[in-house]
């Protein structure tokens, strides 16, 4: 196989990767990265800074249509940023000085409890309409469009989200992925922030916690042109392919199919990493 | 030039935001389009290794040898200088609401922005702070 059949794989095979990240609501970082370890061989810190550009590429493109739409909270996004870019600088440092299988089998964990999470079931939680003191010096308030009013929502346990935004960080950096999954359950689940708002604020911030550790990831050499390329723009279409399709399909079975895939992922993963191939 | 007052409302500072993020990924991936046709064009026939990490010349890693090889018009440079772009376009984004808040005068996400930006800016050019 030469440089331009393997690009050209990559590039349909990351294609793919977008189009079930956007669809599952995981993200192509958690698609790409076992695609090229287990499927093309590709060493897990290439794998990753190819991962977290795509990644750039993805939150950036979808987030200029939410930003417009009125659903994203930039307050609360800036805000929870704090947390999530100081944990990816931690979670660059960490892979650094972790060994590719623990990687491997910790990026299999990882996937296996996001698919969990995105198959879980949502329930809008009932508005609380009690003040938080914390929220409310923060701004976090917001409100957003719905049917033909605004929806007045309130953040609450700005504390429990914020930590769990550092760990959301953490994971990003240290496994070249969006962690989306992670930072909707602590606005969604936590904060009780509607959803709708926790998905597209969430997606706003995974662009700018991917860029705090690709920094480190480019100074370290895991950046490779030639493997990003294909990568970043097959991504790229995927996911705005699939962010289409989302809006007209009906994706129940859809995303029933997806999970059980990247739970295949993730087992291959775990068993690669434990068997010292990765 | 024609200058017109804006009023700093949420919905002007969302209709920026989002503007510069798009142009931010079209321009990037434009760039990394063309470096990556030169790329197959160029190394095509060779054969792909990935499989043992050996990292990036030190050409492919600093921020300023990748602003300066643009211009090299060789194929890895020119996608790189690409990559580079986008990874820049979520911290251009932080550094306009630093400055939209400091027009909308809330200095509490004045401090909040400044914190993300400092962080973001170490990041990416902090190697050249400590090495």
């Given amino acids: 196989m030469n440089v331009l059949e393997f690009t050209s794989l990559v590039w349909v095979g990351s294609f793919f990767a977008g189009l079930l990240g956007a669809l599952t609501g995981l993200g192509g970082g958690v698609v790409v990265v076992p695609l090229l370890t287990l499927v093309f061989g590709v060493d897990i810190r290439y794998a990753i800074g190819a991962s977290l550009v795509s990644v750039i590429a993805t939150s950036s493109g979808a987030a200029s249509a939410y930003v417009k739409e009125g659903y994203t909270n930039i307050r609360i996004g800036i805000f929870l940023e704090i947390a999530t870019t100081i944990g990816a600088v931690f979670g660059a440092f960490l892979a650094a000085r972790m060994h590719t299988s623990l990687l491997a089998i910790i990026f299999g964990i990882v996937l296996i409890h996001s698919a969990y999470l995105s198959l879980r079931p949502r329930r809008e939680r009932a508005g609380d309409d009690r003040i938080d003191t914390i929220a409310a010096r923060l701004r976090l308030n917001g409100s957003f469009p719905d049917g033909e009013g605004r929806r007045v929502y309130h953040a609450r346990a700005v504390p429990a989200g914020f930590g769990l935004m550092f760990s959301a960080g953490t994971i990003s950096g240290l496994l070249g992925i969006g962690s989306g999954a992670v930072k909707v359950l602590a606005m969604d689940h936590f904060m009780r922030i509607p959803f709708k708002v926790s998905t597209t604020t969430s997606n706003f911030m995974i662009g700018v916690t991917a860029a705090a550790s690709v920094g480190i990831y480019l100074s370290r050499g895991y950046v490779d042109p030639g493997l990003s390329m294909p990568v970043m723009l097959g991504v790229l279409i995927g996911a705005l392919l699939g962010a289409r399709i989302l809006a007209a399909a009906r994706t129940r079975l859809l995303r029933l199919i997806f999970s059980m895939v990247i739970f295949l992922l993730a087992v291959e993963m775990i068993y690669s990493g434990l068997t010292g191939r990765i | ?131």
């Fill in chain 2, 1 to 131: 030039m024609m200058r017109r007052k804006h009023e700093w409302t949420e919905e002007y500072v969302e209709l920026i935001v989002g503007r510069l993020l798009r142009s931010g990924v079209v321009i990037a991936s434009a760039i990394v389009f063309i470096g990556g046709i030169l790329y197959s064009i160029k190394y095509g026939a060779d054969l792909p290794e990935y499989k043992i990490f050996s990292g990036e010349p030190a050409d492919l890693r600093n921020v300023h040898r990748i602003i300066i090889d643009v211009f090299s018009v060789r194929s890895r440079d020119i996608i790189q200088f690409g990559l580079l772009l986008l990874m820049v376009t979520p911290v251009a984004r932080v550094a306009f609401l630093l400055f939209a808040f400091a027009k909308q005068r809330d200095r509490t996400y004045v401090v909040v922005t400044a914190i993300v930006l400092t962080t973001l800016l170490f990041s990416l050019v902090g190697r050249y702070l400590y090495s």
